[in-house]
Nanobody, 123 residues
Framework: QLQASGGGLVQAGDSLRLSCAAS????????TAWFRQGPGKEREFVAA????????YYTDSVKGRFTISRDNAKATMNLQMNSLKPEDTAVYYC??????????????????WGQGTQVTVSS
């Protein structure tokens, strides 16, 4: 199971840190990622991190502003979001999959999902 937290209402330019806590499996053996779904939009890939934290991947719109990290000992994954923009407004979901060797950008590639946490950025 995945539990996402840390969302909120902020102003443009502010920062937020999302967290995702995992339970039930050996965290180091699963691939993890963040997705988001804005109003009236499809769920989209935001960032992913390899099992060993050696590699990170980002969608172009968040590169340089967001940083994904994970702590396998604590079974947690984080998304540090800086310089937030109104277009970052969305429900953010953490996702995990035990089959992926690296990562994937598609929703259907992940078998486990958190409940989502709302991020609202006002202009």
């Amino acid at each position: 199971q995945l539990q996402a937290s840390g969302g909120g209402l902020v102003q443009a330019g502010d920062s937020l840190r999302l967290s995702c806590a995992a339970s039930g499996r050996t965290f180091s053996n699963i691939a993890t990622a963040w997705f988001r779904q804005g109003p009236g939009k499809e769920r989209e890939f935001v960032a992913a991190i390899s099992r060993s934290s050696g590699s990170t991947y980002y969608t172009d719109s968040v590169k340089g502003r967001f940083t994904i990290s994970r702590d396998n000992a604590k079974a947690t994954m984080n998304l540090q979001m800086n310089s937030l923009k109104p277009e970052d407004t969305a429900v953010y979901y953490c996702a995990a999959d035990r089959r992926l060797l690296t990562y994937a950008r598609t929703v259907y590639s992940y078998e486990y999902w958190g409940q989502g946490t709302q991020v609202t950025v006002s202009s």
